[in-house]
């Protein structure tokens, strides 16, 4: 998941256009607050799943090392012995990356060959601002990913099926950002303003939140990203774990791939750089055969994450456990009643 490009390259004059995103586009709750409904499901329309070669079930470059995984071997036969990279190949290699998303810089729009069809050149727009201040982030048209993934290695892609993993993809980025908006609707003035906003659950959020102070507030911007699908979260090491003592109740399948986003957040005149952890799950089908995905997107494991995470969740549990609406109801009541008995 997560394969921007910073680097725009213009499409050839034989570009055609994309097909429409095979995918329902569920409104997320976190597009602001709102939390009408839970928004890390997200269905995709029978089959648009992932196929097996795609990206997003895949390791990206490391952001230590700069080293590309990939699932074939080098051309390094294995009986030979591993020779120590110089200062020039690293450098050489390194050279090619973008940090902001340590991808390639450069991606071919042209034909591989060998390829069976054409692909479209045409790139989309995300709606995730970049943190440089240029405009947007652009996603890789089907043949830009295509010639990524030969690149790193995947010979054995299905060009018929790029079209449909590229839609997939942006369409899970576009919920991970709408669920980090959320965040930060609530958050970004501060812990005290975010459990003011999350005191009465999720549900309510809307609710509280037009009844505290406004602030100034920039919007976030993703400034880059990193893929770790190798490193799993404790999180989701502990959803395995319960996964595995109660199958019925939790999933004990890892998630598919994991990203941490870096987010600027500028709140009167103060910037900071939150960092966000994405885990992507896959979820059972749909009785129709609809594939369904699960994003858990929340801040990371810092103080002031952590806190976030435990208000956030905190407040909506005691709200629903402590029979938050039925105490509200009566206090409506109550008050309705008082008003009407002083207006007799």
Not at 233 to 239: G, N, V, W, Y
Not at 294 to 320: C, H, N, Q, Y
Request: proline share 9%.
């Amino acid at each position: 998941m997560g394969w921007f490009w910073a680097d725009s390259t213009p499409a050839s004059s034989s570009a055609t256009a994309a097909p429409a995103c095979p995918l329902k586009h569920t409104p997320s709750s976190t597009a602001g607050i709102d939390g009408k409904a839970c928004p890390v499901k997200h269905k995709a329309e029978a089959g648009a799943a992932p196929p097996a070669a795609c990206p997003m079930h895949n390791k990206t470059v490391d952001v230590m090392t700069g080293k590309a995984y990939s699932s074939t071997s080098s051309a390094t036969p294995k009986s030979a012995p591993a020779a120590e990279p110089t200062e020039s190949s690293q450098s050489g290699f390194l050279s090619q990356i973008n940090p902001l998303n340590y991808m390639f810089r450069e991606i071919s729009q042209e034909r591989a060959p060998n390829q069976v069809i054409d692909l479209p050149t045409e790139r989309e727009g995300s709606s995730i601002p970049r943190g440089d201040g240029s405009d947007k982030w652009e996603y890789p048209s089907p043949q830009q990913m295509y010639n990524a993934l030969l690149r790193k290695g995947y010979k054995d892609t299905n060009a018929t099926a790029i079209e449909q993993m590229v839609a997939v993809h942006n369409f899970l980025n576009e919920g991970a950002w709408d669920e980090i908006l959320g965040w930060e609707a609530r958050f970004a003035g501060g812990l005290f303003r975010g459990w003011q906003i999350c005191r009465r659950g999720e549900e309510r959020a809307a609710e509280c939140a037009s009844e505290v102070p406004s602030i100034e507030q920039h919007v976030p911007t993703l400034v880059r990203f990193q893929g770790r699908p190798g490193e799993k979260t404790p999180k989701a090491t502990l959803m395995n774990w319960l996964g595995a003592v109660f199958p019925d109740t939790f999933n004990a399948e890892p998630p598919f791939d994991r990203h941490d986003w870096y987010v600027t957040r500028k709140v009167n005149g103060e910037e900071k750089e939150i960092r966000y952890v994405i885990d992507y799950y896959s979820g059972p089908p749909e009785p129709t055969g609809e594939p369904v995905f699960f994003l858990d997107v929340r801040p990371a494991m810092t103080p002031s994450g952590a806190a976030e995470r435990m208000i956030r969740w905190g407040t909506d549990t005691w709200w629903k456990a402590s029979g938050g609406e039925t105490r509200l109801a009566n206090a409506i009541a109550k008050a309705r009643e008082a008003t009407q008995t002083a207006e007799k």
